[in-house]
């Protein structure tokens, strides 16, 4: 009897125990923790920014009590999405020129370009986001008409990939480019001895040197409204590919000020200033930015006829494209990099700029490893080469969108056969077991809806095709999911703090409306983002 009084008292005290204080508690969720056996839980509650538990409604609800308590009325609940591979700098700037994404013609082009600058007083007219493969004359424009509109401001208007442009004649006398100029890794085009103003990949920069850069002012609003943009679309993390040191600082002075809360996982662009910093200060670590990565860029792109293929472009026989640099420059900087905590990190699009940074790499990594390199894009790999990215732990960083964007006239582009080894997505997988996934924005669409849709279903919105785009590639549900939260964060040496709702991690999570693991297909892109959170407060 006494025994059963013990018990008794025991089990009463328990019961009347005060619940432990957290900031807020999610409850009646579908919560996907993403963590290794990918647990789904009801409830998580979290403190200073950190998960403090997880698990079913009545275990959390008495344990734990909060100021802040969420009934999420069985809402699904993700890992905060974390883009792998995108411009937010370069996305920012994009408010601040003429936006010609979606132009259907060249006079389209012109039409906006010309509104823009009757609006916008400077001294530089900049725009970015036109592609001539959406237009019905598929072919590069000539600057003769972009003359006659600005015969006096320079005027320079990137192609949607960022690889190829076209400047005003006064743009080009800014730069001091001549007809026969001649230059690494790019191409000043000429026909019938005059410059037709379209400058691909390296050419790009002789004028893009000569911009202004934005007032502070204006570039801190713009880098405002790319956050919010982000926020509002469920991504928490972004990795910026390509910054220079005082954009850093610039970002930095933004994140003391409390104006920036996004996560960042910057690369430094390829410099030798670059490298020599990172290479003697080491990876900078702060609570919302990483710089841990060096940015190399292998080749161009298809869309300009830039990336370096192996055999003759299908459509301009006679033409591979190019590397951008030396195989020499880049097997330095690996032998270089290999001793060091940097990640290099290498654009490369075409199957001979895959191989020639895939057998790079191999020579100073020797096999298995921890230093996650990565190749960017990884678009076109031969069938041959796959396996160094497995053998080698070499980190294929894709962008699903690319596919699906690209299907229309990648067929046209590679030819029959290379394409079938074309935004491989299944197969890179397949090499390591795990991959991250991002969109390239503002080359694609902000929306990470986008990439889980094409990732999983392979077609444009219009449902288009029918079977899917060599479906065959396709990523399961639970690997997409994956591979926009917890990959990415392992691809930037930050699994363990971010990327999975485990007790311990940072609480930046998304509450959407329906759920993405199991709603229909032709639903998933109807997906609502209910709430973003980061460090456990709703933004």
Known sequence: MKYLSLVFILLLFIGCARPEQADLIIHHARIYTVDSAFTVVEAMAVRDGIIIATGSNDLIQRKFSADSVIDAGGAAVYPGFNDAHAHFWGYAT????????????????????????????????????????????????????????????????????????????????????????????????????????????????????KVPDPAPVEMEAALLKAQANCIAAGLTSVTDCGLALPQVAFLDKLYAEGKLQLRLNIMLSDSREHIDHLVQHGPIVKERY??????????????????????????????????????????????????????????????????????????????????????????????????????????????????????????????????????????????????????????????????????????????????GFQPENALSREETLRGMTIWPARASFEELVKGSLEPGKKADFIIVDQDLLSVPEAQLLQTKIQGTFISGVRL
Request: charged fraction near 25%; hydrophobic fraction near 40%; proline fraction near 4%.
């Open 94 to 209: 994009s408010f601040l020129q003429v936006d010609l994404t979606g132009t259907r013609s060249w006079d389209e082009v012109l039409q906006r370009t010309k509104a823009f600058a009757a609006d916008h007083q400077s001294a530089w007219v900049l725009g970015r986001g036109w592609d001539q493969n959406d237009w019905p004359e598929q072919s590069f424009p000539d600057k003769a008409r972009l003359d006659s509109l600005f015969p006096h401001t320079p005027v320079l208007l990137e192609r949607i990939d960022g690889h190829a442009s076209i400047a005003n004649s006064a743009a080009l006398a800014a730069a001091g480019i001549k007809a026969g100029q001649t230059l690494k890794g790019g191409t000043i085009e000429v026909r019938n001895g005059r410059l037709t103003g379209i400058l691909i990949d390296n050419a790009t920069g002789l004028v893009a040197a």
């Open 290 to 467: 990483q710089v841990r990565g060096i940015k190399f860029y292998g080749d161009g792109a298809l869309g300009s006829r830039g990336a370096c293929l192996l055999h003759d472009y299908h459509d301009k026989p006679g033409w591979k494209g190019f590397m951008l640099k030396d195989a020499a420059y880049f097997a330095e900087q690996a032998a270089l990099l290999a001793g060091t905590d940097i990640q290099m990190c290498t654009h490369a699009i075409g199957d001979s700029a895959n191989r020639t940074i895939l057998r790079i790499y191999a020579d100073v990594l020797k096999g298995k490893n921890d230093k996650r390199w990565r190749i960017e894009h990884a678009q076109v790999v031969d069938a041959a080469d796959f396996g160094w990215f497995g053998d080698n732990n070499i980190v294929p960083s894709v962008q699903p969108t690319h596919a699906t964007s690209d299907m229309y006239w990648a067929k046209d582009r590679l030819g029959d056969e290379t394409v079938k080894h074309a935004y491989a997505f299944k197969e890179l997988l397949e090499q390591n077991g795990w991959m991250p996934l991002g969109t390239d924005f503002p080359v694609e669409r902000i929306d990470p809806l986008l990439t889980f849709y094409a990732a999983v279903v392979r077609k444009d919105a219009a449902g288009y095709p029918a079977t």
